[in-house]
């Protein structure tokens, strides 16, 4: 994707924008995970291990690659974090350069929607990217 800027001169160039490159973070996620929100966090597992391994509750799931370089983060709310996961994989394309998955059980679907969008900014995300 490529983002249009000014030069000084006036006239407009383009400069590509570079993938999202933030790596997850454990201190602060064991610092979140503390709060009244969250019930639970998963482990990291392989993509693939999704449909025998998660339980449908409300929550938050995050795609990564082997690095751990956040791919795509998505909300999954009424108990259908395994359905939704999936269907990012297979129907939406997210995982698109992902290998592993991760989920945060919450309390709400409120609090999971606010951690959500946390991520989004925390991380910037490649797949959350509107084109």
């Not at 995050?62 to 999954?76: D, L, P, S, T």
């Amino acid at each position: 994707m490529k983002r249009k800027i000014k030069a000084k001169s006036g006239k407009s160039k383009r400069r590509k924008v570079q993938n999202s490159t933030k790596r997850w973070n454990p201190k602060f996620w064991s610092i979140d995970t503390k709060r009244p929100g969250v019930r639970r966090v998963g482990k990291w597992i392989d993509i693939k291990k999704i449909k025998t391994e998660w339980k449908n509750v409300n929550g938050v799931y995050i795609f990564a690659n082997k690095n751990r370089i956040v791919k795509y983060v998505g909300f999954a709310g009424s108990s259908n974090l395994k359905k939704e996961s999936l269907s990012a994989t297979k129907q939406r394309n997210k995982a698109k350069g992902a290998t592993i998955a991760l989920f945060v059980q919450c309390t709400s679907n409120k609090y999971a929607k606010e951690l959500e969008n946390k991520l989004k900014h925390m991380y910037a995300p490649v797949n959350n990217k509107d084109i």
